[in-house]
């Protein structure tokens, strides 16, 4: 987290220690009373930046009994009061809590066994939080605890929920024209990219990159062309990923050229490991193979367990590209154990990929055939992860959405009663003030009286219209949503089947199939409309996979690839490849209709 960022965000959780001199004045200020922290953190101003910063300094470096005791006497206190206070308080005792009990370990991911006692809890303090800064309708003060709470939902694993987060806080400080430093933009484009968002993380990484610009970052930051490079691979590999290669060779090199100019011989590799896959693709194998081997000594020999094992399983391919297929598996298998000692799921599944294509050329089709299992199931999986977490980015938004409106209603309706209430009040003294004038006034009491009338008109078709637009903006989502459902009632009109068809058909176009549960209602409802579809399939294909079955069911109804995609919650890529698969595996030739095929089963 950077310095600036950090001065401000100190109101919220504080992970980076403040200059020494505000410090010790905030400790001898304040200490640990309470009633007096209370009422700062309920303040909505940047006055104490400092002292309140110390807060979370002096519970961590307090023993754990007396750091809850005091947060407890904290939140007890009679000066704790509003939304400001209830914020700030959450956010703290978070961080406090993850210091205590969430651990430093560097190969420690979101799934820690370690993490789970706390998560619950955690997670509540980052809603009650989220649910309390709401209610300001602070722009800037929304987007600190957006941006800290997107921190958090990371170390928890919770990708989709951090890229929601995170792009919203970043997004509220732009909005209210404060400056978001370079690596900020940097941590959401790897989210970003995490989630297969390429080009959205292309254009945040770009923004980190210019960022930079400003002078006062160069001289604030420690070795500032780590970030630079960080940010330059990110929009690489995200034009690799995209069959860019020219576009990612560019910003490679652009990173090549920094990191020897720096002389930062672990950078360095790493870019020509990058470099490398490029060269691969090129089928120049003996130059890719060079780099890679650069690329993974230097990750191993600094214990980079997991960059290693992807740099040596690329030393593998390159192995085998070359004939060497004794090589190439020995660098697999060593990239496995690696993989051990610093997990990672993607690099796990390449390299399951790569000792599935040299067990092949080697003529052992068994491991083959069982290395081939394995990356298909750890490759479907990290398909349904990165389709999980887009589905939760779409909830997490549509939930933020309600819950600002809701809160925001809420907001009005309040005000709107406190309006209400002073017209009565000031009707009330107008009324009794003007009964004591004489009657020789009564034209100018009447008067008063009109003019008093419209403007509460104004102001109450001004407050109509406000929620009109509101409920407008709520309805348009609703009116999203329900896009899907209509098109699924227009695909079942005209049909011959009878009425209890028909609800079935229904049903099965409304269901997603992202657990084991769905896929058994799923085929329960499909054999109620086609009976023995599954048993034909697997007798007449007995190597017919799951996923092929799936594929095969919806292909049935007649489903588009878009659709399919929705309802195996995967990409719609990966869907065309499924129905490339499922149509080698009816050995149908190309010339044929894979779904016009499937129908006559």
């Not at 400056?179 to 390429?198: G, K």
């Not at 490079?229 to 990110?234: D, H, R, S, V, Y």
Request: aromatic share 10%; net charge neutral.
């Amino acid at each position: 987290m950077t310095r600036k960022l950090t001065a401000f965000f100190s109101f919220i959780l504080i992970t980076l220690l403040l200059s020494v001199a505000p410090l010790a004045y905030a400790q001898k200020k304040l200490g640990l009373e309470p009633d007096k922290w209370a009422l700062n953190l309920s303040k909505a101003t940047l006055n104490e930046v400092n002292s309140l910063g110390s807060l979370t300094t002096l519970l961590i470096e307090a023993d754990s009994l007396r750091a809850f005791k005091f947060l407890d006497s904290l939140e007890a206190s009679h000066n704790a009061k509003g939304y400001f206070f209830r914020t700030f308080f959450c956010m703290v005792k978070a961080d406090v809590i993850y210091s205590k009990f969430g651990g430093n370990d560097k190969h420690k991911t979101g799934g820690s066994k370690e993490l789970e006692p706390i998560r619950p809890q955690i997670m509540e303090l980052f809603a009650n939080a989220l649910d309390a800064v709401y209610h300001t309708e602070k722009d800037i003060f929304i987007g600190w605890v957006c941006f800290y709470s997107a921190k958090r939902m990371r170390n928890f694993g919770e990708t989709g929920w951090a890229v929601m987060y995170s792009k919203n806080g970043v997004d509220l400080f732009e909005k209210v024209g404060y400056a978001v430093e370079p690596p900020v933009y940097t941590d959401l484009a790897e989210l970003l990219y995490q989630v297969e968002e390429y080009q959205e993380c292309i254009i945040y990484a770009k923004k980190g990159i210019a960022a930079w610009k400003n002078l006062s970052y160069e001289t604030d930051y420690q070795d500032p062309y780590k970030y630079k490079i960080k940010a330059l691979n990110i929009i690489g590999n995200s034009f690799f990923k995209n069959n860019q290669h020219d576009s990612a060779n560019a910003y490679y090199l652009q990173s090549l050229l920094l990191a020897t100019q720096n002389k930062d011989t672990l950078l360095k590799a790493k870019v020509m490991g990058n470099i490398g896959r490029i060269i691969y693709a090129q089928n120049n194998f003996d130059s890719a193979y060079t780099l890679f081997k650069a690329d993974y000594q230097c990750n191993k020999d600094d214990s980079i367990y997991n960059e290693a094992a992807n740099a040596l399983q690329w030393m593998a391919k390159a192995s085998l590209a070359r004939g060497n297929n004794s090589t190439a598996l020995n660098e697999a298998k060593e990239a496995i154990h690696l993989l051990g000692l610093w997990p990672s799921g993607p690099y796990l599944s390449d390299v399951y990929q790569t000792l599935t294509q040299v067990y092949r050329a080697m003529g052992n089709y068994d491991s083959a055939f069982y290395y081939s299992d394995h990356y298909m199931a750890l490759h479907d999986s990290l398909e349904k992860e990165v389709a999980t977490s887009s589905l939760a980015i779409s909830k997490a938004r549509l939930n933020d959405e309600v819950s600002r409106f809701n809160i925001q209603k809420l907001n009005r309706e309040k005000q709107t009663e406190l309006l209400w209430r002073n017209i009565i009040i000031g009707f009330i003294l107008f009324v009794s003030l003007n009964a004591l004038l004489i009657t020789n006034r009564q034209r100018l009491k009447e008067k008063i009286k009109t003019e008093s009338a419209q403007q509460e008109k104004r102001l109450m078709e001004q407050e109509m219209n406000s929620a009109n637009k509101q409920l407008k903006m709520f309805t348009a989502n609703i009116v999203e949503k329900a896009d899907l459902i209509e098109k699924l009632e227009i695909q079942l009109k005209g049909r011959d089947d009878n009425s209890e068809q028909q609800l079935i058909i229904a049903e099965l176009l409304q269901q997603t199939i992202l657990t084991e549960d769905d896929w058994t209602m799923f085929k329960n409802l499909l054999e109620k409309i086609y009976p023995g579809f599954f048993h034909l399939l697997k007798q007449n294909y007995p190597g017919i996979t799951v996923s092929e079955q799936r594929m095969a069911a919806l292909l049935k109804l007649r489903m588009s690839t878009k659709e399919t995609a929705a309802m195996l919650g995967i990409s719609i890529e990966s869907a065309r490849k499924s129905r490339q698969r499922l149509k080698q595996r009816l050995n149908l030739a190309n010339e044929m209709n894979l779904e016009d095929f499937v129908a006559t089963l």
